[in-house]
């Protein structure tokens, strides 16, 4: 072989093999915590086998949702908060899943980055295996591409992956009628949608991210950044107990998008804005960016993260089975003839 002069490596090109491998060694206790039911391999081999059947499902229906966590990644990047970033990715796939109702089962990242530091991406990785375990589903495999030249120094992007399962003929929505009730379930902030916006209005604000909140406790960019809530298990509970004729799961659109989404051709949803109050996060958001009602209605979730349309006669069951499961419930309206979304009353 001809002997080269100057030969160049990998990891002087940019890509750190050892780091990669370094935190596949750190993050393994964090995905083995997630075992469940089905699952037949651990991180390392080139794909992940589930046992359907050790899952307990007879005739399965698989069901696929993925997501990611837009622009919410650049006050994590900015502020160096990287702990909960993980449950807003996973939340924003099985939170999808279970509007089909499905049973979250597993779940795999894809984390790119122009450098790999790994303690960042441990701590990132090691929040999407805690979203993976209070959701139920497995953390069984993904992937860490460390790509220099294709991002900025410190930045990096996240996308998530989740396969739930049903029985066959569970699928929602199904049944939804006229009369049908709307419980909305309190969100936890503005969860991971309209960012974009945000971002705009904290630069107008003159804000800093570690300046205080001037809706919450501690520093702003770390009150931004409060995750996604996740609505797995309390959904599945009310679908188990009968009644759910269908779910919506408030993300980018807001109420107004949403729900439309889960209705059948010559219904809509009637929703009294005077049923639950603004969180003040979203109270500083539409004063200090002097958004219109409808806007802020069509691009946050306005303290709503998930609806539940369910049967008239089992509203008030279903509302006191998801509060004793935790949730904040409102009774938001209910289901009649016409189109999209009406609005009575105003936020406040």
């Known amino acids: 072989m001809t002997d080269r002069k100057n030969g160049l490596t990998y990891a002087e090109a940019g890509v750190d093999i050892d780091a990669g491998n370094a935190l596949v060694d750190r993050i393994k206790p964090a995905a083995a915590a997630t075992a469940r039911p089905g699952v037949m391999s651990g991180l390392g081999g080139f794909g992940a086998l589930f046992d359907l059947k050790a899952a307990g499902y007879d005739d399965p229906i698989l069901v696929a949702a993925t997501d990611g966590v837009g622009t919410k990644l650049k006050i994590a990047i900015d502020t160096g908060e990287f702990d909960t970033i993980g449950i807003d990715l996973v939340a924003m796939c099985v939170n999808d899943l279970v509007c089909q109702g499905a049973e979250p089962l597993f779940f795999l990242d ?3 980055t122009g450098k790999l530091e790994v303690d960042a991406a441990a701590r990132i990785v090691e929040g999407i295996a805690l979203g993976c375990r209070l959701s139920g589903c497995a953390l069984v495999g ?3 591409a460390e790509m220099p030249g294709m991002y ?8 998530g992956f989740a396969v739930g399962a049903m029985n066959r003929g569970a699928a929602l929505p199904a049944g939804v009628v006229a009369g049908d009730v709307l419980l909305g379930l309190a969100s936890d902030g503005v969860h991971s949608n309209g960012y974009s916006l945000v971002r705009r209005i904290v630069e107008r604000s003159g804000l800093a991210w570690d300046a205080p909140a001037p809706f919450a406790d501690g520093p702003l960019g770390r009150a931004l950044l409060a995750p996604t809530r996740l609505y797995v298990k309390p959904a599945l509970a009310a679908i ?6 269908g779910l919506a799961h408030i993300t980018g659109g807001g109420l107004t998008e949403n729900l439309p989404r ?3 051709e010559g219904l809509g949803a009637e929703i009294d804005l005077g049923s639950w109050s603004l ?8 004063a200090e960016g002097g958004l219109a009602e409808a806007e802020m209605l069509k691009t ?3 303290g709503i993260g998930m609806v539940l349309v369910v049967a008239e006669d089992r509203a008030e069951a279903l509302a006191a089975l998801l509060s004793d ?12 003839p016409g189109a999209g979304v009406s609005y009575t009353g105003a936020l406040a």
């Open 279 to 286: 969180p003040p996060v979203f109270q500083w958001l539409a």
């Open 240 to 245: 188990r107990a009968g009644g759910v004729h």
């Open 152 to 159: 900025a120094p410190g930045d990096f992007d996240l996308a």
């Open 110 to 112: 894809y984390f790119a």
């Open 142 to 144: 993904g992937e860490t």
């Open 300 to 302: 946050f979730n306005a």
């Open 262 to 264: 889960v209705l059948p």
């Open 325 to 336: 499961a935790g949730e904040s419930v409102h009774r938001l309206g209910h289901v009649a």
